[in-house]
T-cell receptor, first 114, second 113 residues
Framework: DADVTQTPRNRITKTGKRIMLECSQT?????MYWYRQDPGLGLRLIYY???????NKGEISDGYSVSRQAQAKFSLSLESAIPNQTALYFC?????????????FGPGTRLTVL | GEDVEQSLFLSVREGDSSVINCTYT??????LYWYKQEPGAGLQLLTY?????DMKQDQRLTVLLNKKDKHLSLRIADTQTGDSAIYFC?????????????FGRGTSLIVHP
């Protein structure tokens, strides 16, 4: 079974709709992250959380919000989706006690905003 | 400008060596990483090197770090078709007790027979 799971894996939505992407992990890691991948642009950090009560903005947080419902769950919301939020979204985890904050990635959610 | 730069594409013949290059700008980088992304999957850590090291070898993979020039390379010996993927260079330094990486744009490695 995958250690980091994301739902849904694919989603098509319309401009202005609210959408939530969910991430769950069974690795027992305390740190969780949301990244966005665009072709030719690499990965950019949206939000990260070091524990349930901790939420931090990343490089590109505008238009996004997050919720850390439990140590194992970290969700990303787009309150009013727009076409330039079409991208591949990855959740990742790392272990505070690990080395170099090695990131463990989920399989990704492909989001298309029409 | 970009913090981590790498070329977008590399094409090699099966059995040859591949060398993927990366440059970074942060002189205080503590860890440098190579991640691999196979089609339809998330990134997976291949290897990392601490900034006080010059080289790290792990089976077919050799990482070279030139800290003076801020240059990192990944050499894959005897490249196979299964090595076709996107390879991401990343760097991190300590901030608030964490080492959140900054990723490059990724190099697509294409291995042809």
């Amino acid at each position: 079974d995958a250690d980091v799971t994301q739902t849904p894996r694919n989603r098509i939505t319309k401009t202005g709709k609210r959408i939530m992407l969910e991430c769950s992990q069974t690795k027992g890691h305390d740190r969780m992250y949301w990244y966005r991948q665009d072709p030719g642009l690499g990965l950019r950090l949206i939000y990260y959380s070091f524990d349930v009560k901790d939420i931090n903005k990343g490089e590109i947080s505008d238009g996004y919000s997050v919720s850390r419902q439990a140590q194992a769950k970290f969700s990303l919301s787009l309150e009013s989706a727009i076409p330039n939020q079409t991208a591949l979204y990855f959740c990742a985890t790392s272990d505070q006690a690990g080395i170099a904050d090695t990131q463990y990635f989920g399989p990704g959610t492909r989001l298309t905003v029409l | 400008g970009e913090d981590v730069e790498q070329s977008l594409f590399l094409s090699v013949r099966e059995g040859d060596s591949s060398v993927i290059n990366c440059t970074y700008t942060d002189s205080s980088s503590t860890y440098l990483y190579w991640y691999k992304q196979e089609p339809g999957a998330g990134l997976q850590l291949l290897t990392y090197i601490f900034s006080n090291m010059d080289m790290k070898q792990d089976q077919r993979l050799t990482v070279l770090l030139n800290k003076k020039d801020k240059h990192l390379s990944l050499r894959i010996a005897d490249t196979q078709t299964g090595d076709s993927a996107i390879y991401f260079c990343a760097e991190s330094n300590e901030s608030g007790g964490s080492y959140i990486p900054t990723f490059g744009r990724g190099t697509s490695l294409i291995v042809h027979p």
